[in-house]
Nanobody, 122 residues
Framework: VQLQASGGGLVQAGGSLRLTCAAS????????IAWFRQASGKEREGVVC???????LETEAAKGRFTISRDNARNTVFLQMNSLKPEDTAVYYC?????????????????WGQGTLVTVSS
């Protein structure tokens, strides 16, 4: 089981980015996938999660600005991030848990991608 996160970069405040989490070795569809982020000097926090049946759990970090979606044919999950703020600057990780349950707790996720850096300039 492998997850590959990509799509990070440098963007100005107010801009948008789309992160991609590509899976190999298993099918994403039946399982829950989440995005987490960790800013420098801070603990990792959950952003948003999508279940195997496409229920979605958003944390305050995501509400109104971030959208999670999946492309089952490509075995990929996306995080569309709009209206980015400097405080969104962090390394973003995708993670999978092989059950169809929503969670924003990192201890509930067994498989992790390597992270992709998002930097939002003011």
């Amino acid at each position: 089981v492998q997850l590959q996160a990509s799509g990070g970069g440098l963007v100005q405040a107010g801009g948008s980015l789309r992160l991609t989490c590509a899976a190999s070795g298993f099918h994403l569809r039946p399982h829950s996938i989440a995005w987490f982020r960790q800013a420098s000097g801070k603990e990792r926090e959950g952003v948003v999660c999508i279940s195997g049946t496409d229920r979605i759990l958003e944390t305050e970090a995501a509400k109104g600005r971030f959208t999670i979606s999946r492309d089952n044919a490509r075995n990929t999950v996306f995080l569309q991030m709009n209206s980015l703020k400097p405080e969104d600057t962090a390394v973003y990780y995708c993670a999978a848990r092989l059950v169809n349950l929503l969670s924003s707790r990192d201890q509930d996720y067994r498989y992790w991608g390597q992270g992709t850096l998002v930097t939002v300039s003011s």
